[in-house]
């Protein structure tokens, strides 16, 4: 189902209605673009990535989130990005989103713990999968690898990195802002990504 089109969210809406018992919730979707400055993308980029990344999980919550309170039980699971909790660049309106469902998750975990809802936020580095030239190991690893690890911190953890070796990475990046500053992780991180994503870095990232 393509969730960069607004009306796929009311094809989900018209089954949700039918069920009565929704006690889980995945918020997975995904998009894959080349890295660029903010200006390079086309106009739609930011409509589609918006409307993928932060109105469509939003919604989805909002449908079913009354039906697990009349439960008293549920799990919302946001599969978001370290993208979030980090400043990507070249990936702005990206991170953006996920910086939004990150807080977003955060919030409702705090706010539904007293009624039996469990709120997962759950930010990898690199995850391989047929969007991405990505090749698995230590840092992209195949995402069923990255569930796993998250699934099992589901009602431990409100906010996870998931597989070891991204939370390690999370570790890295935390320690660099608190010794360098967030603006030159940033273009620490922007270095590393385009090594991974284009094969070399640009004189955009002068470290």
């Known amino acids: 189902m393509d969730f960069f089109q607004p009306s ?11 069920v009565e018992d929704i006690v889980a919730l995945v918020n997975c979707m995904g998009g894959s673009y080349p890295p660029k400055k903010f200006a390079e ?4 980029y930011n409509h589609d990535m ?4 932060v109105i469509t999980p939003v919604l989805m919550i909002e449908m079913v989130l009354p039906k697990m309170l009349e439960k008293g039980k549920g799990a919302i ?13 070249l990936f702005s309106t990206f991170s953006a989103c996920k910086a939004f469902m990150a807080t977003f998750s955060d ?14 936020n759950v930010e990898p580095f690199l995850v391989t999968s047929y969007m991405t030239s990505l090749l698995p190991g230590a840092l992209a690893v ?16 409100p906010s ?3 597989y070891w070796s991204h939370k ?3 570790l890295l990046l935390h320690t660099l802002v608190f010794v360098f500053g967030s603006r030159l992780t940033s273009k620490m991180v922007g270095f590393i990504l385009l090594t991974f994503f284009v094969g070399e870095p640009v004189s955009f990232f002068p470290l």
């Open 50 to 53: 918006i409307n993928m990344a």
């Open 8 to 18: 796929s969210i009311e094809t989900v809406r018209q089954t949700v209605k039918g």
């Open 41 to 44: 993308y086309p106009l739609s």
């Open 160 to 162: 996870t990195y998931g």
């Open 107 to 120: 919030i409702l975990s705090v706010e539904y713990a007293g009624d039996g809802i469990t709120v997962q």
């Open 142 to 157: 195949p995402p069923c690898i990255s569930v796993f690890s998250s699934f099992r911190e589901v009602g431990i953890e």
């Open 77 to 89: 699971i946001n599969y978001n990005s370290m993208a979030g909790r980090f400043k990507f660049p």
């Open 168 to 170: 390690l990475v999370a």
